[in-house]
């Protein structure tokens, strides 16, 4: 492709828009357009990577016999109904676009494929010798992210990969797992990327077993916690550790006292001289059940220890059925505003005790539980003599105890935050370090939930009629293109892996009005293309400084210059990852450069 033929336009200024660097260099580069938020046009160039990366994740899909399809983007409410999530997806902090069509039938455009697909293996499916089976497509997936942001990091319509297969048994669910496993590693090395698979929540979408695939940068949303040995690496929503031993406590007797001015922890722990580990906090939380039932719930956790919320979320979840509800839809600490419509009178922020009264909470509030949910972490509930609050501004008790002065809650949980320095579960001597990690893929073993749910069975060996076991496997192809790009940066611009470049090599002719340069260019340029090196000619009637500029913005992998040393037969050739120049004899490069592509 010639530059002067192409749309290409590159900017010398960061975008306003844009806060990470690969953000920044994709639109600086040319590469896409922002049209909305979360929705952007992916141009010529971008969409050449963005089919590179597909063509690999294909083809590495198909190596374990998952077959390609291509699933409705458009589909009706009813089959969400059917699985449970029409509420979960659409309500709330639900992120699925809904519309009504000109039928007055509700419809939603697809953030996922489950309902589809279950429909589809309830259908088609009816016999054990039709599976396994794994099919796949690659499409445009939509979702009305509450945060949408980093360009194609977080959109609200993005392309993704997702996969879904069906088993008769759990066994041959857990070798189709593995073989992804398997697939996913070789799509993140082909393209070039630094990852690392973790332990994961499943989140909304049920089942049990899941690993997500992490590319490392900064600017990653996610926390992911590991160990040097190589044994360990979670996501910090669902990792596991062990906690530092608690101090024992200096406060023998029961007693209340003055604590002026400590509603955190630290201030409480310096104004006694105390170890945090000696306190138990008492956290306030607000969940909302997918029937629109809230609950206020008061977690007791050691004083040094955070809630993870996931694991918090997880363990409401499986009460929901006390609440005739089925999944929980929101869970938040309370502001003051959520506080002002159920609190009978203002809360002691700062100072609750594990006993806090139900009488805090009025009881005539429409669709709220009238009393707390108490719950306590592992953590605190082997503290003897403990520090916790006394429901009074400015004091505290100590030496307090469970079931002496405070009732020990009926619920027992592990909900306590896993943090960068705890010790390792599968061997102490291991600390956990923690890094930052992008998303790019994510695969599940769902189990029996959705074909339970929509009655997708099959007849098994023995003649009986059973659930079809399933798994789901999603690959994040535009936020790949754009985690390839935030790894892989420097000063002057995009540095791409060759495997996913857009073109390997770009001939620049520093001066277009040189018959001598032009001709070299020219003849250099049909004949890279000829070998197979897909080449771009920067023929541009634009000064060689900009030329140079803009080859380094775009990140092409192999830079050739028809300038001075054309005389003596030999043209400048720039690799863009090291920045290393070289004069090579013109008879050379083809070969070369060929050979650089083959063996990156
Ligand atoms: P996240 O936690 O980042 O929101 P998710 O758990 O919702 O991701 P999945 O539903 O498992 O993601 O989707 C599969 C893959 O699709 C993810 O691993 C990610 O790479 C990609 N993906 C998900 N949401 C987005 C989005 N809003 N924009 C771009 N890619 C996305
Ligand atoms: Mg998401």
Redesign the pocket.
Known sequence: MRLSQMLFVTLREDPAEAEIPSHKLLLRAGYMRRIDAGVYAYLPLLWRVLTKVSDIVRDEMNAIGAQECLLPQLQPAELWQESGRWDTYTKAEG?MFSLVDRRQRQMALGPTHEEVITTIARDMIRSYRQLPLNLYQIQTKF?D?IRSRFGLM?GREFIMKDAYSFHVTEESLKQTYQDTYTAYTNILQRCGLEFRAVDADS?AIGGSGSTEFMVLAEAGEDEVLYTADGQYAANVEKAVSLPLDAVPSPFDTYQKLETPNTPTIDSLAKFLDCSPTQIVKNVLYQVTYDNGHGVLVLVSIRGDQDVNETKLQNELSKLAGNYGASTVIALVVPDAEAQGKWAAQSLPLGYIAPDLTDDYVKSDVQGLEAKFLRMVDETAIALKNFVTGSNEAGHHTVGGNWNQEYPLPALTVDVRAAQAGDRAVHDPAQTLQVARGIEIGHIFQLGQKYSQAMGATCTAESGDEVPLWMGCYGVGVSRLAQAAVEQSYDKNGIIWPVAIAPYHAIVVVPNINDEAQMSAAETLYAELNAAGVETLLDDRKERAGVKFKDADLVGIPFRIVTGRSLKEGKVEVVQRATQTAEEMALSEVVSTIKSWVANA
Do not use: F, V
């Open positions: 992120i979702r992210e977080r989140g």
